[in-house]
């Protein structure tokens, strides 16, 4: 199974890359930074050592890193199995500052419809 999880480096993205390499799967890690993408390869294979992990840096609050990410996803994979879409961020100030309110929107929402229209196998 191929699969993509985003916000893979903390929290419930990390624990479902950890579910689905233990249960055989190919998870590519969707993180904000290679850097957080390493760390979390390296705390999943620090426990499942033959985990098959692979990184892509993916910012949803950026239209351009929706498109690179795709891009170089279909480079080098012919299908996706299962796509998680995890990354978000919740819980900001409840008064409505117009900013705050734009970023979750664009990071929760458009971020996320930009990469299924994007398209894919
Ligand atoms: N935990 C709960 O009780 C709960 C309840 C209801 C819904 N949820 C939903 O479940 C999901 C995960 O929750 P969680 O508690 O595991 O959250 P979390 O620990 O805060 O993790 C959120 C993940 O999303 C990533 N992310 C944030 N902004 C991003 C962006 N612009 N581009 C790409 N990735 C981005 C974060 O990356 P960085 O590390 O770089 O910030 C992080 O990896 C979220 O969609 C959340 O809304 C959670």
Redesign the pocket.
Known sequence: MQAIV????????LQTVRVLAAEGATVVL????AA?CKAAMDDVRSTQPSAKLEALV????DAASVRAFAAAFLQSHTKLDLLIN?????SLPTHFESAAVRGEWS??VE?NRTRRRVGGP
């Open positions: 985003t916000g893979a480096n903390s929290g419930l993205g969707a993180c904000r930074s957080n993916l910012d949803l609050a995890n990354a978000a961020i919740m990071i929760t971020g």
